[in-house]
RNA sequence: CGGGGCGUCGUAUACCGGUAGUACGCUUGCUUUGGGAGCAAGAUGACCCAGUCCGAUUCUGGGCGCCCCGACCA
């Protein structure tokens, strides 16, 4: 992609009504446009960063036996009154609409009861369990107050995967895989360290539930991180003493700390498949309500705390496993014409070697081209110029700590990591 | 939903009961070219509706919107 040509521009201020970090920054370096309090728009950068994070949820997913599939927005209020969810005094968060012909319509704040009356077509006998469908899905939730940026949001994509299993004993064996596939995804998208699986309440389904905590000062919840085993303890079950029994952590050595919400796994048991009525034929062929568990990430609040979280003064700071391109590749040629003409080589051969590149191609001076650079966070400038044509080697430039080395284009090509090897930096 | 704050070019800000200035960005030209350049010439703005007033962007009321704190967050 050519930056003369690029849908957006940086801006050298933020809005001065987005205090928020992540906000701050994805609107100045032109990854996101913000519509209305709590409804962001993804621009290109945004969504080519938007689209990483879904790949590698998308990959965990599928190696733990997830299908993936797409249900509507759009909510039948029927199959709502049936799970006693479709009262606005017993859920507050709805957007509903109604349809021309008459008869009233939510938008899906989530989607347990559609996908559950679903299946009572798919699953009817021992054989169809267990089975893990999950998507990438528009979620709408009238919420009183949005804030924190990108962090809490009226409309967000969240992937969800529903488990459908025989029994408590199959669910708790995916549970603990779908725990393990969740710590990959935050590895992977440069979380890793600061990310702890917590155990929280189970709110109105299960007396508990596990999320996924990102420690940030930013954040909106409070844990309780036991450094030692890495796991933590939200506030909202901290005074709880069954918690320290069934999860042997001592309560004396936890340490307090602000979080970020980046994921929950929760076990939902046969609440809406009893009130859906899904149920299969054991191998006795007696009648059996589905045991299930649901798994929420959403993606552009993970990108949003990976903003927060990896960024300096400069700006924004991608891991290169979730970067919108490998490289930035900047053309200092102030005018130069051989400097122009070897910009454009290094830009057909890292393109024709499958590499992602920004290229800055801009007639722009060489301070404006940095500051850009550094703001949107490409993991790798390259530098062409008088003086690196020279050399015969380019300067290249580490955002992440500003490790710089001079290599041929050869080089560069053998080394780079064409965003896949996503190491965990924090 | 309770409390507080705020709405001025694309962005950030200033001033004012007599129709608005600055910076960045944008357009044109010249110079400049390794960390957000200089000069010159331009274009672009008072959230909406009422009221008071000779006159309202300014004052009053209402609406709408935005931010923050709290409550809520299945």
């Given amino acids: 992609m050519r930056q003369s040509q690029l849908f957006t521009k940086t801006r050298r201020e933020a809005p001065s009504d987005e205090v928020s970090k992540n906000a701050q920054l994805l609107i100045r370096a032109g990854f996101v446009h913000k519509e209305m309090a709590g409804v962001?728009?993804?621009?290109?950068?945004?969504?080519?960063?938007?689209?990483?994070?879904?790949?590698?949820?998308?990959?965990e997913m599928n190696a733990i036996g997830g299908q993936e599939l797409h249900l509507s927005a759009l909510q039948d209020p029927a199959v709502w009154q049936k799970t006693d969810r479709w009262d606005d005094k017993k859920v507050d968060s709805w957007f509903k609409?109604?349809?021309?012909?008459?008869?009233?319509?939510?938008?899906g704040f989530t989607h347990e009861e559609p996908l559950t009356n679903l299946m009572r077509e798919q699953v009817s006998s021992w054989r169809d369990l267990p089975t893990?469908?999950?998507?990438?899905?528009t979620k709408f939730r009238n919420e009183t107050r949005a804030k924190s940026g990108l962090m809490r949001t009226r409309e967000f994509v969240m992937k969800d995967l529903y488990s459908f299993?025989?029994?408590?004993?199959?669910?708790?064996?995916?549970?603990?895989?779908?725990?393990?596939?969740?710590?990959?995804?935050?590895?992977?998208?440069?979380?890793?360290?600061?990310?702890?699986?917590?155990?929280a309440s189970g709110g109105s389904f299960s007396k508990y539930s596990h999320e996924f905590q990102t420690e940030c000062e930013a954040g909106e919840d409070i844990i309780y991180?036991?450094?030692?085993?890495?796991?933590?303890?939200?506030?909202?079950?901290?005074?709880?003493?069954?918690?320290?029994?069934?999860?042997?952590?001592?309560?004396?050595?936890?340490?307090?700390?602000?979080?970020?919400?980046?994921?929950?796994?929760?076990?939902l048991g046969t609440r809406f498949s009893d009130a859906l009525g899904l149920t299969y034929k054991n191998k006795e062929g007696t009648d059996t309500p589905v045991f299930m568990?649901?798994?929420?990430?959403?993606?552009?609040?993970?990108?949003?705390?990976?903003?927060?979280?990896?960024?300096?003064?400069?700006?924004?700071?991608?891991p290169a496993s979730v970067a919108p391109f490998d490289v930035h590749l900047v053309?200092?040629?102030g005018g130069n014409e051989d400097v122009k003409k070897e910009a454009e080589e290094v830009y057909r051969e890292l393109t024709a070697a499958g590499v992602e590149v920004l290229f800055d191609d801009r007639d722009a001076r060489a301070g404006e081209k940095f500051a850009d650079s550094d703001l949107m966070g490409i993991p790798l400038r390259v530098v062409v110029s008088q003086k690196?044509?020279?050399?015969?080697?380019?300067?290249?430039?580490?955002?992440?700590?500003?490790?710089?080395?001079?290599?041929?284009?050869?080089?560069?090509?053998?080394d780079l990591p064409r965003g896949k090897a996503g190491l965990s930096h924090v």
């Fill in 165 to 199: 299993s025989t029994n408590s004993t199959q669910h708790v064996e995916f549970y603990a895989k779908a725990a393990d596939a969740y710590k990959k995804i935050f590895e992977r998208a440069g979380l890793g360290g600061k990310t702890y699986m917590t155990f």
């Fill in 331 to 333: 053309e200092l040629s």
């Fill in 225 to 267: 991180i036991d450094d030692a085993s890495k796991m933590a303890v939200n506030k909202e079950v901290y005074d709880d003493p069954e918690v320290y029994k069934t999860t042997g952590i001592n309560k004396a050595t936890l340490r307090e700390a602000k979080a970020i919400e980046v994921g929950n796994i929760f076990t």
């Fill in 132 to 137: 893990y469908p999950y998507q990438f899905q």
């Fill in 97 to 107: 609409t109604e349809l021309k012909t008459g008869g009233a319509l939510g938008l």
């Fill in 293 to 318: 568990g649901s798994y929420g990430i959403g993606p552009a609040r993970l990108m949003a705390t990976v903003a927060e979280l990896l960024s300096d003064a400069k700006g924004l700071v991608w």
């Fill in 388 to 414: 690196t044509l020279a050399e015969g080697k380019f300067e290249c430039v580490e955002r992440h700590g500003g490790h710089t080395t001079h290599k041929t284009l050869s080089e560069l090509i053998t």
């Fill in 40 to 59: 962001y728009d993804l621009l290109p950068l945004g969504l080519r960063t938007f689209n990483k994070v879904v790949g590698i949820i998308r990959e």
